[in-house]
């Protein structure tokens, strides 16, 4: 088969689903937007490699905040896939995290083509635009909610498939009435490429963390997170008589919200920008304790793919998140600790890290059982399986 494969964000699993798709001998070429600010997998072919690699839309960082501009580059990005389409001959193609403008127009122009394609629903924005332009947002937003929510329901009628990463999907695909063409597929992450390492590593000692007692956050911030409960957090570490340094891999707006933050609470913290996916490894490893941070707003819809890095990783894990998302259940799996995204629970989170940070058995455990558990959970080849049947089918 020719396939396309577009991931908005350039995340690590779904380009190796594009590599272990190409191994299998299909024609594929994997798209991704480099001006999205995120955390990109390794998306450069290797010698001898049959995948293309096609990014889209801008190189420069794209305003997140800057809402109308967005929404016209958004948009933009979907015509530049379907010349992509048309380019590569793709018999099929699967857009995953792609902007509901992108899809919206995407969508309409592969049913002029007569083309048929898979949505991998991310995350459901009907959703979650809705309960943050309830709570956080005002005015016309509300407004947008409602016309996100129409076009979410609408690409998804479009799509000759769907995967959806939890089964808390499938309600709303239900009252969508597309729940027929839905198939769960969890997410993972590369067990090969983000692996354990020594805690005294290249890059911890390069960062002057090797010694350091660390609590360590790496990846996007952004709505659906409240960056100051990772200096409450280790303010209240350091309230229980554990010093600790905090620790936060991420570029945009929260980086100055922490920065104040910290100040005003007299944390000591490490602020980086996102770093080279070949050294992820060293980046996890370097933390004691790694932390998921999710808003209660986005419930059950949002998967953190940081949650199955820091698995991967070997690393316990703390999990400031609403319980009932899939991440949650994972992470005590592993014998983490999950509570609620809030100042009340801070207290709880704290005493359990200073619990961990006293005690390198318990460390040593938490890690194994974490990686463990993703060595269980994250294997690509059944995966890849599923995913290949899928694009066949909806490719007839």
């Not at 007569?114 to 956080?136: C, I």
């Not at 509300?142 to 499938?170: G, K, L, M, N, Y």
Request: hydrophobic share 45%; aromatic share 6%.
């Amino acid at each position: 088969m020719r396939i396309l494969v577009h991931d908005y964000s350039g995340h690590p699993f779904q380009v190796e689903l594009s590599r272990e798709l190409a191994r299998r001998g299909h024609s594929v070429t994997h798209s991704f937007c480099p001006g999205w600010v995120s955390g990109k997998g390794h998306l450069t072919a290797e010698p001898g490699e049959t995948l293309a690699f096609a990014p889209v839309g801008p190189t420069d960082p794209i305003a997140k905040d800057r809402f109308v501009r967005r929404v016209l580059v958004e948009a933009l990005v979907g015509w530049q896939l379907l010349a992509q389409v048309r380019r590569t001959r793709a018999q099929t193609a699967m857009l995953s995290n792609a902007q509901i403008p992108t899809l919206v127009v995407f969508a309409l122009g592969m049913l002029l083509l007569r083309r048929p394609w898979v949505l991998w629903h991310q995350d459901v924005y009907a959703v979650a635009v809705r309960s943050f332009a309830g709570d956080k947002l005002g005015g016309m937003f509300r407004h947008v909610a409602t016309a996100f929510s129409v076009a979410e329901r609408w690409v998804s009628r479009r799509a000759a498939a769907i995967v959806v990463i939890a089964p808390s999907f499938v309600p709303v695909h239900e009252d969508w009435g597309t729940a027929d063409k839905v198939t769960v597929i969890p997410n993972w992450a590369p067990l090969d490429e983000i692996v354990p390492v020594a805690r005294k590593n290249d890059w911890a000692i390069e960062h002057e963390l090797d010694d350091t007692a660390t609590l360590l956050y790496s990846g996007t911030l952004g709505l659906k997170h409240d960056p100051t409960l990772l200096v409450g957090l280790a303010r209240k570490v350091i309230d229980a008589g554990r010093p600790v340094r905090l620790v936060v891999v991420n570029e945009g707006p929260a980086v100055e919200v922490i920065r104040a933050e910290a100040e005003r609470r007299d944390v000591p913290v490490t602020l980086l920008p996102f770093q080279p996916y070949e050294r992820l490894s060293e980046v996890l490893g370097s933390g004691d304790v790694l932390v998921v941070l999710l808003d209660k707003l986005a419930g059950a819809f949002s998967v953190p793919s940081k949650t199955l890095s820091y698995l991967c990783a070997g690393r316990p894990v703390l999990g400031l998140m609403p319980g009932e998302n899939l991440a949650a259940s994972l992470i005590q799996k592993a014998g983490g600790t999950v509570v609620a995204p809030d100042a009340q629970s801070l207290p709880a989170a704290a005493a359990w890290v200073a619990t961990v940070l006293t005690d390198a058995e318990m460390r040593e455990e938490l890690g194994e059982a974490s990686r463990d558990l993703a060595e269980q959970e994250f294997a690509l080849a059944g995966c890849a399986d599923r995913f290949e049947a899928i694009l066949r089918r909806s490719s007839r």
